[in-house]
């Protein structure tokens, strides 16, 4: 196994960044820890950004615990496709949305895949205690077998586990 702890990044990706600018950055993590890691904008633990390219992690029996961003305190998506199998989101908080996940398609189409995935006393300001999902026309987000559990929002807002804003399939 591997663990990422108590990594800060001063934007995006407290312990990884993966942007598929021109090219491709998808990489599979497996039985990965994301401990109390740190972004100062988007993806306290990980943000995935496509840009002009592809960007499509798949992440696999992991857990992110403790992680912290304004937007998605584990993780960011914009423009990319990330999938997650077997993962746990637990006490991770974002100051602004998606406590756990924050996903937007401004750069382009969005598919975001959470197969047995449990998300767990995940914490946002105003919007989206677990997932924010963001997305548009020609985006999606399915959620197969997902638990949510004690997710909150620390403010008046929206969605205590979800804000959907988008496709989805649950």
Do not use: C, K, W
Not at 48 to 66: I, K, L, M, R, T
Not at 68 to 76: D, K, L, T
């Amino acid at each position: 196994s591997l663990t990422f702890s108590v990594n800060h990044a001063t934007t995006a990706g407290g312990a990884i960044f993966n942007r598929g600018i021109l090219g491709v950055s998808s990489p599979v993590l497996t039985a990965v820890n994301f401990i109390g890691n740190v972004a100062d904008n988007n993806g306290g633990a990980m943000a995935n950004a496509g840009a002009s390219g592809d960007s499509s992690p798949s992440v696999v029996a992991s857990h992110f615990e403790g992680n912290a961003a304004p937007y998605g305190g584990a993780v960011e998506n914009d423009t990319a496709s990330p999938s997650f199998t077997d993962v746990t989101f637990s006490g991770n908080q974002a100051s602004a949305a998606g406590g756990a996940v924050y996903s937007t398609d401004l750069g382009g189409p969005v598919t975001v895949q959470f197969t047995s995935v449990t998300f767990a006393g995940n914490s946002a300001h105003t919007s989206s205690g677990a997932v924010y999902n963001g997305l548009r026309a020609g985006s999606l987000a399915r959620f197969d077998h997902v638990t949510f559990e004690g997710n909150i929002l620390t403010a008046a807002g929206t969605g205590g586990a979800v804000r959907n804003g988008g496709n989805a399939v649950f």
